[in-house]
Nanobody
């Protein structure tokens, strides 16, 4: 198993930037493809970005493409999400998740381990 803890959320004005981090402990971090998801009040959890085990492949939701960047540092057991040009529509709780399969998925149901989430609020 792997334990995940997100950090870096907060309140930012539209157009600003935040960098989220996800610290992993337990089983070897590099074993897992990783993803970021978000959930706004009254909405379902949605895919944001995903990255393969060694960072060679990344996927993004259309809504964040060109603004967000997912990356990982396997030596530090940490996943990142750099968020630029933030919009009020990006307001949500952001979760990192680990996928126990060998491939990168975008559906939340494919992910096996989840962090507790970190709140991101973008004011207009």
């Amino acid at each position: 198993q792997v334990q995940l803890v997100e950090s870096g959320g907060g309140l930012v004005q539209a157009g600003g930037s935040l960098r989220l981090s996800c610290a992993a402990s337990g089983r070897t971090f590099s074993y897992y493809p990783m993803g970021w998801f978000r959930q706004a009040p009254g909405k379902e959890r949605e895919f944001v970005a995903a990255i393969s085990k060694f960072g060679g492949t990344t996927y993004y939701a259309d809504s964040v493409k060109g603004r967000f960047t997912i990356s990982r540092d396997n030596a530090k057991n940490t996943l990142y999400l750099q968020m630029n040009s933030l919009e009020p529509e990006d307001t949500a709780v952001y979760y990192c998740a680990a996928d126990a399969s060998l491939v990168v998925h975008t559906a939340p149901a494919n992910y096996d381990y989840w962090g507790q989430g970190t709140q991101v609020t973008v004011s207009s």
